[in-house]
């Protein structure tokens, strides 16, 4: 349902910089502080509160001179490793490639990096399952939508499949672009010492298998990155560099990325945000050993644990069992997608569905998504006739909270369809739902694009 919950790892002045060129303004007015208590209302006093040095500034070198220019923006990376590589407490073995691209070149390399594994058909099944969680219209062509997102504007980033670092040289070496820098080469010093693709086990294929471990790890990885990028900045940026950063704020345009429906631009902020809140809150208990040990010892397994770091580590997900019903449907059925949707994606169906009409209020949404205790999700299709339906089992922390996200989700779905038939049917636009209660802590929640489908997904799965 996430393409790309490993690919986001490069989406860098779509997200990121927007995100954090806030805290860059002020960290050499004095504001830092009152700032990162806006984004985060905990104690900040462990910051460092070291003045900026005064060194590799991000003048630009005439285009007239490449090889000058590229030298110089080789030296301020060199210091810019030393300097993130002090806060962080991680060192490289060996130097980490670096490739110079024109933003042109780096928006191929992004382009085809994503999407040579993510097909025109793994798009349009993409879009059928979120239109049928009612967060993307009917027939959005999610593919294009990637295509243009994903050529907006990047900066940069750090591969983990090459161990390379990409990097923008058309305008020099902007403070943009030193801030990018701090924020990916800290992603180099991660895998490093804690082997994203091994020890971690952060794959494309794994994180197809269970979306929301993934989800959780995504968040530790970039919250510990932005939490260092936002120490560099504090500490090293240059007056140049912030001048720099407030000029690209005040002009940034992101016609693409402000379109993107409600679900998708709070999805690509998690890792960031809640993600540097979780890390906040560990570096707030110990330091950046507290951050290694997440890494090393008790990783976070759930966005639940990353919206409520209290809850980590010991509050992990129930199993919960849901058979496969291709058999009992027909010959043409398949289940071609079993996975978690977590409490962050409850909360976006809740919350942030297509139609304004049908969203809860955020309060309410996020009461009722709290309680989440686990859930297993599947997607069944008819390659015969087109149709597909999608149904969600959860367990919740207890019976007053399984209760509360019935009532939620009854709540939802009357706005999104319209008052519940006789049969305990919901119906619009073309789209069937029904709730089914399996116990005091727990219930179903089906939706197809066919009445029949339905039916006999209902009654498959409650003859079992």
């Known amino acids: 349902m996430n393409p790309s919950t490993k690919k986001t790892l490069i989406i860098v002045l779509i997200v990121l910089l927007v995100f954090c060129l806030c805290a860059a303004a002020a960290a050499l007015l004095g504001g830092f502080v009152i700032f990162r208590d806006k984004l985060n209302p905990k104690n900040s006093s462990q910051m460092p509160t070291g003045q900026p040095a005064a060194a590799a500034t991000a003048t630009s070198v005439p285009q007239t ?51 040579k594994d993510y097909s025109a058909e793994d798009a349009a099944s993409d879009a059928r399952v979120l239109a049928l969680l009612g967060l993307l219209p009917r027939d959005f062509d999610l593919l294009s939508f990637y295509r243009e997102l994903y050529s907006e504007q990047i900066a940069g980033y750090y591969d983990d499949e090459v161990k390379a670092m990409f990097v923008v040289k058309n305008s020099g070496f902007t403070g943009v672009e030193r801030d990018t820098y701090a924020h990916e080469f800290t992603h180099a010093l991660q895998d490093a010492a804690f082997d994203f693709n091994g020890a971690l086990n952060y794959t494309d294929e794994s994180c197809q298998e269970d979306s929301e471990r993934c989800a959780a790890l995504q968040s530790l990885i970039e919250g510990d990155a932005t939490l260092t990028e936002s120490l560099w900045l504090q500490t090293y940026a240059t007056r140049e560099d912030i001048r720099d950063l407030q000029a690209f704020y005040n002009n940034y345009k992101s016609p693409v990325y402000d379109s993107a429906p409600a679900y998708m631009q709070e999805d690509f902020l998690f890792a960031y945000q809640q993600g540097l809140d979780f890390v906040q809150s560990l570096y707030d208990q110990g ?82 998504a709290e309680g989440w205790g686990g859930d297993t999700y599947v997607v069944l299709e008819n390659i015969a006739s087109g149709e597909s339906a999608l149904l969600v089992r959860y367990t919740w922390d207890g019976s007053a909270d399984a209760a509360e996200a019935l009532y939620a989700y009854e709540s939802y779905l009357e706005l999104r369809f319209g008052a519940v038939a006789q049969d305990g049917v919901y119906a619009s636009d073309g789209f069937y739902s029904a709730l089914r209660q399996d116990s005091q802590f727990g219930f179903t929640w089906l939706i197809s694009d066919s009445r029949q489908a339905l039916e006999n997904v209902v009654d498959a799965l409650y003859q079992q």
Do not use: C
């Open 287 to 368: 330091g950046f050993a507290a951050v290694n040990d997440a890494f090393t010892k008790t990783q976070p397994v759930s966005t639940e644990q990353i919206l409520h770091p209290s809850r980590y580590p010991s509050d992990k997900p129930s199993p919960v069992d849901l058979p496969d019903l291709s058999a009992s449907l027909g010959a043409d059925w398949t289940e071609t997608e079993r996975n978690v949707m977590g409490e962050w994606y409850t909360w976006l169906i809740l919350a942030r569905g297509d139609d304004p009409k049908s969203r809860l209020v955020d309060a309410k949404a996020s009461a009722a």
């Open 65 to 115: 001179d490449p090889e000058a220019a590229e030298d110089k923006i080789s030296a301020s990376m060199d210091e810019i490793e030393r300097q993130v590589s002090d806060i962080r407490g991680l060192r490289l073995k060996n130097p980490i490639p670096r490739k110079l691209l024109t933003e042109a070149e780096l928006q191929e390399t992004v382009e085809n990096d994503f999407f």
